[in-house]
């Protein structure tokens, strides 16, 4: 089955500054790559996906990227905000085979200092 | 309003005595899903269901049971519960498959088992 590895588990950042967050999977069929925000004590909430036909999107501050050959993708944001303050995870999955599989990463705590 | 519901919200049991966590969607869905959230693994996949009577296995599915009678409700049983079942669980919904359209979350039961 799939394995989604997320990098790094913590990250500190300044306001202003950008972060990354990084995953590798582990299926070359996979071929969608959603991110959620679980801001604290609240439900996952997706912000940004790509599809396996596109290399990078971006959606004001956010953006992802993704390496098909190397298997691996990131989510970029810029000029942090403190609000961003929230755990991300990434996720794979085969829309054309598995239906309702999701494979999710570990997750990546961010902070942003004011 | 457009939304995925979760009961009990907070549930301390004890070993062995049989539980049920009910979801319900009222947006017409036909993938249904529910994982388990726990420190430094993330969101993993107990089950999932395409559509009325038709469910299948996510990556920890051991000990939880599942059934999709009604479109819209998705409950998960846990038949004779142990510590290790400890977690907060999500139930999610989404029109089609995942990767072609977002898939929403409920709030989360936190269950605690002694």
């Known amino acids: 089955g799939e394995n989604v590895e997320q990098h790094p588990s913590t990250l500190s950042v300044q306001e202003g500054d950008s972060a990354v967050i990084k995953c590798t999977y582990s299926?070359?069929?996979?071929?969608?790559f959603p991110w959620y925000k679980q801001e604290l004590g609240k439900r996952p909430q997706l912000i940004i996906d790509?599809?396996?036909?596109?290399g990078e999107k971006k959606d004001q501050r956010i953006a992802v990227t993704l390496n098909k050959t190397a298997k691996h993708f990131s989510l970029h944001i810029t000029e942090t905000q403190p609000e961003d303050s929230a755990v991300y995870f990434c996720a794979a999955s085969n829309r054309g085979t598995s239906y309702g599989k999701l494979t999710f990463g570990q997750g990546t705590i961010l902070t942003v200092h004011p | 309003e457009a939304q995925v519901t979760q009961n009990p919200r907070y549930l301390i049991t004890v070993t062995g005595k049989k539980l049920t966590v009910t979801c319900s969607q009222n947006m017409n869905h036909e993938y249904m899903s529910w994982y388990r959230q726990d420190p430094g693994l993330g969101l993993r996949q107990i089950y999932y269901s395409m559509n009325v009577e038709v469910t299948d296995k996510g990556d920890v599915p051991e000990g939880y049971k599942v059934s999709r009678k009604e479109k819209r409700n998705f409950p998960l049983i846990l038949e004779s519960p142990s510590p290790n079942q400890t977690s907060l669980y999500f139930c999610?919904?989404?029109?089609?498959?995942?990767?072609?359209?977002?898939?929403?979350f409920g709030p989360g039961t936190r269950l605690t088992v002694l």
């Open positions: 790509i599809r396996s036909n596109v």
């Open positions: 999610a919904s989404s029109l089609s498959p995942v990767g072609y359209n977002e898939q929403f």
């Open positions: 299926d070359s069929a996979s071929n969608y």
